[in-house]
């Protein structure tokens, strides 16, 4: 079905190892995302069954050569100089209808070298997450991996509780990520480390090729998509929960949905991981971590950059600095669009910085409000107001914010400035206790309510009456306070 190619294998050696997937008892497809195969070149699918035992491991697909990765990580601000995929194999790579190639691998497919305690399972819970997110921020167009296939494994995995087992497919621009070069700058493997790196440049950024120090370009071009990506994440309320630097990818795509979460009530310092108590992960803290982790990976490169003399060092160091600058124009743009204003509004910024503090003080739900705010651009109307009035605590304080927004808005520009609120500004997040209760029903053998949300949250911007029945806030009652890697 996938004509797999495999590069990465002749990189060197500790750099993957040959390892087979363990079988699961009775594995039975949930979910096959056709329309991925497809623009991954998949011409013939095979029947259910079939791909129920290729997406489990139990049988290898055709031309598939499985391989386990090894990278290193900082965790929680700690360095392992070894995790690799403990639960992962790297299938190969395909190069899709764009020309562009991608990694297709199988999680929770059974243990391998770099397993160390792990039983190298997954349960269903995160497994449906991650297809339900990933899917999501795909639909919003913010890099991703991708969710190809997901399998029950007809076994229990013990965690804190017994649960059903699953097997997911993700497909990903690569798995390189900033730990895959830790691992190889930790054991001192230069070779390892300039093929690597020759690698995710030819791979990723070959426009790097021709750049006066190729090493210092690939810096600076995962900055910038670095940079980029963690604007867009903040545009929605993504709390990426776990951002050790084996979660950074060198693509700069959105990578591990363990304990990801999507904001509602707005709080710049809210975290929802069970296992991030210092809130290192928190919201607000995102660009931070994430200059901190590319400060980690421009510490792998010197070596490579020291070859072209001591000017690596300042140069890598400009590199990292310049993160803040690309982050803050990136998000003036989203902001714009978020307010309807102009790209090169001089008031967007303040404007934002006066409805994040409305939101916080009025306890606001913050994919609520922008979608309050869309509808009451597009139309004005006191229905359309009151409607925005009636998600804040504080409504004398919002409408003041909202006459001055009214006041920077560019006269006769109201379908431009519909267009870009509502590109903006989704309909609906997969929120936290609506994935919450898809995965409680599937656990209960029942995936219509993962079906359901899965066809919304894939069509974000679409108004249908069932999008706006899940695409309400938790009550009280509803709310999900944590999230749970559930490794
Ligand atoms: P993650 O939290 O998914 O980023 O994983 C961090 C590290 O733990 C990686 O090296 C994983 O491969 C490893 N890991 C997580 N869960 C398991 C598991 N069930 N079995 C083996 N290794 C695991
Ligand atoms: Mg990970």
């Not at 339900?132 to 991996?145: K, Q, R, Y």
Request: aromatic letters at 8%; one cysteine or more.
């Amino acid at each position: 079905m996938l004509s797999f190619e495999h590069r990465y294998a002749t990189l060197p050696e500790p750099l993957s190892v040959e390892c087979a997937a363990t079988p699961v008892a009775n594995p039975e497809l949930i979910a096959f995302n056709a329309p991925l195969a497809a623009e991954l070149g998949a011409k013939e699918i095979p029947d259910e069954a079939t791909l129920a035992a290729w997406f489990s491991g139990n049988q290898t697909m055709p031309n598939a050569s499985p391989r386990a990765l090894g990278y290193a990580g900082h965790q929680f601000g700690n360095f392992v100089p070894q995790l690799g995929d403990g639960r992962a194999l790297l299938l190969g790579e395909v190069v899709d209808q764009h020309g562009k190639r991608r990694d297709v691998q199988l999680k929770g497919s059974g243990r391998t070298p770099f397993s160390r305690g792990g039983d190298g399972r997954s349960p269903l819970g995160p497994v449906l997450r991650e297809y339900l997110v990933s899917e999501f921020m795909a639909a919003m167009g913010i890099p991703t991996t991708r969710a190809l296939a997901a399998v029950t494994s007809g076994e229990r995995v013990v965690r804190q509780l017994p649960e059903p087992g699953a097997v997911f497919t993700r497909v990903a621009s690569s798995h390189i990520r900033v730990g895959t070069f830790q691992f190889a700058a930790v054991r001192r493997d230069e070779a390892a480390l300039k093929a690597l790196a020759d690698h995710a440049i030819e791979r990723h950024y070959p426009e790097a090729v021709n750049a006066q120090d190729p090493y210092l370009a690939l810096l600076e071009a995962v900055v910038a998509r670095q940079a980029a990506l963690v604007a867009r994440w903040m545009s929605i309320g993504f709390i990426h929960g776990v951002m050790n630097t084996d979660n950074c990818s060198i693509a700069g795509e959105t990578i591990d949905y363990g304990p990801c979460a999507f904001m509602e009530q707005f709080d710049p310092q809210k975290a929802y991981s069970s296992v991030d108590q210092g809130k290192r992960y928190a919201f607000a803290n995102q660009p931070g971590i994430a200059q901190w982790n590319l400060a980690r990976f421009a510490e792998t490169l010197l070596p490579l950059l020291n070859e072209q003399g001591d000017a690596g060092v300042a140069q890598a160091t400009d590199a990292i600095r310049r993160f803040d600058g690309l982050f803050s124009a990136e998000q003036r743009h989203l902001h714009a669009d978020k307010l309807g204003l102009a790209a090169d509004s001089v008031d967007a910024e303040a404007l934002m910085e006066g409805l994040e503090s409305q939101m916080h003080q009025g306890r606001m739900d913050m994919t609520a409000t922008f979608d309050a705010l869309t509808h009451y651009a597009a139309s004005p109307t006191d229905e359309h107001r009151d409607a925005l009035l009636a998600l804040t605590t504080q409504p004398q304080s919002l409408t003041a914010w909202l006459e001055a927004w009214q006041a920077a808005q560019v006269a006769g520009q109201e379908e431009a400035r519909f267009a870009a609120m509502r590109r903006g500004n989704p309909v609906i997040i997969p929120r936290n206790h609506r994935v919450q209760e898809a995965i409680d029903a599937a656990y209960d053998g029942d995936f219509a309510p993962f079906y359901t949300l899965l066809g919304v949250v894939t069509q974000p911007f679409d108004d249908s009456t069932e999008a706006r029945r899940l695409a309400a806030p938790a009550t009280d009652s509803e709310q999900v306070l944590r999230t749970f890697c559930g490794t």
